[in-house]
């Protein structure tokens, strides 16, 4: 497919718009509105969400997560502290996380600061996971070169007859990273492409500060 072809790719859209008046005050309400739309259209990994950090030099990279919470303490996944990302947001704790609900017509995006949960939340999530999920998580060095698939195998091999009869303990490196937000915007596709963007916006610098909300152009 050529530049012209891609540059012809297009869908209209045909929902409902975004107006002022009908946000709620808080935008967890409208989010999770949303999501309950998502689940119900059936989109596959209705939670997955892109995050976005930057390393120390700057660099920027995205990739997809899978949110497990979301709530008035900000917006939950979990992964191995080591990796890439958790490297980046040591680094960084600014990121942004992107729910890309297409078939829908409808974005949700979320600018804040990232820190790791409590040891106790990580724990009580990675009990929760299967058996086969927690012996990867500990197998997995995450983000660093591996020569083949196989090795990767084989150390799952050697940690299930390691802890065969017992409970695969959670390694230290893995665990929850919350995203407090400051600006939460939502995205409504809108015909001729003039869009819906309301953004939520902290009143202030300051956590639990009153949300205002600002309609930015498309």
């Not at 008046?21 to 209705?46: G, Q």
């Not at 390691?162 to 995205?187: K, L, N, T």
Request: aromatic fraction near 8%.
């Amino acid at each position: 497919m050529d530049d012209l072809e891609l540059a012809r790719l297009r869908r209209d859209y045909e929902l409902v718009g975004l107006d002022e008046t009908m946000l709620p005050a808080d935008p967890l309400e409208l989010f999770h509105a949303w999501l309950a739309d998502a689940v119900r259209a059936t989109l596959a990994e209705a939670n997955a969400m892109v995050v976005s950090t930057v390393a120390g030099d700057g660099s920027p990279s995205s990739r997809l997560v899978l949110c497990k919470g979301a709530d008035q303490r900000g917006f939950v996944f979990f992964t191995n502290y080591g990796s890439r990302k958790g490297r980046d947001i040591e680094a960084d704790p600014h990121v942004s996380l992107l729910f890309p609900w297409h078939p829908l017509g409808r974005q949700v995006r979320v600018d804040g600061t990232a820190a790791r949960t409590d040891p106790a939340e990580s724990a009580a999530y990675f009990d929760s996971r299967p058996r086969g999920a927690q012996l990867s998580a500990l197998a997995s060095a995450q983000s660093d070169v591996v020569a083949t698939r196989a090795e990767l195998e084989q150390r799952v091999v050697e940690l299930d007859r390691r802890y065969a009869g017992s409970d695969v303990p959670r390694p230290p490196h893995w665990g929850g990273i919350r995203v407090q937000p400051q600006a939460i915007e939502f995205w409504q596709g809108r015909r001729d492409r003039l869009h819906d963007r309301l953004r939520y916006r902290r009143g202030a610098a300051v956590a639990g500060s009153a949300w205002m909300v600002e309609r930015l152009q498309p």
